[in-house]
């Protein structure tokens, strides 16, 4: 457990995305001060009508609740769809050299840069699914995965989107956002699908 701690690689390149997702989270509160007149952390007209610890509470309850179904299904994808083992393989070299302390210090700030631009500022402004397919189209890579990937993405996104919508609360989609990301980048760093499980002989 130790040594996942202590990895040291890509420490620089962490370090960059991690300041870079601080910059965003700063200018996605800025321009929601500005464009809505209001903080990005809560929905101007959320679908339901809720107390504030209500809208909380119901929000971290549905984010954590969506979080495990994309873990979940993430690993059902990989263990039974080729496309998924394929999007696994492409992705995986991102993460490899990750040590635990930077997976989650990238989870928690990519988590609250990203949910603080497409859902806290542009959701109100362009609905849920508009919001949802520029959120996909950010996570663009190379390879023959691409548009699964940025599928994937805006499926995820709408969730994400849909829980902010209803509740008026952003607690949701950051902890969901923050819990799939530290999940799904341990299990691209740890698990090998091509990898071929020793047989047991007599």
């Known amino acids: 457990m130790a040594s996942r701690w202590a990895r040291t ?4 390149a962490t370090v960059r995305a991690a300041s870079g997702y601080l910059v965003l989270a700063a200018l996605a509160t800025s321009l929601g001060l500005v ?3 209001g903080w990005p952390w809560i929905h101007p007209s959320p679908w339901l009508t809720l107390p504030p610890l209500a809208a909380l509470l119901m929000s971290a309850a549905l984010g954590l609740t ?3 179904g994309v873990v979940v299904t993430t690993r059902v994808a990989v263990a039974r769809f080729s496309w998924a083992r394929r999007l696994h393989a492409e992705l995986r070299p991102v993460a490899r050299d990750f040590s635990l302390g930077q997976i989650l210090l990238l989870a928690g700030l990519s988590s ?3 949910e603080l631009l497409f859902r806290g500022l542009l959701t109100p402004l362009l609905g849920v699914p508009l919001s949802a397919i520029l959120f996909g189209l950010m996570h663009q890579m190379r390879g023959p ?3 699964v990937w940025i599928g994937w993405a805006v499926g995820v ?3 994400l989107g849909a829980i902010f919508a209803a509740t008026g609360s952003l607690v949701g989609p950051v902890l969901a956002h ?6 799904n980048l341990s299990y691209l760093r740890d698990h090998d699908p091509d990898e071929v499980e020793p047989r047991m002989t007599l």
């Open 35 to 37: 464009l809505r007149d």
């Open 66 to 68: 969506l979080a495990a």
């Open 9 to 12: 690689g890509r420490t620089d």
């Open 112 to 114: 609250l840069g990203e």
């Open 157 to 159: 996104g709408a969730g």
């Open 145 to 147: 995965s691409r548009w």
């Open 178 to 183: 923050a819990v799939v990301n530290a999940v």
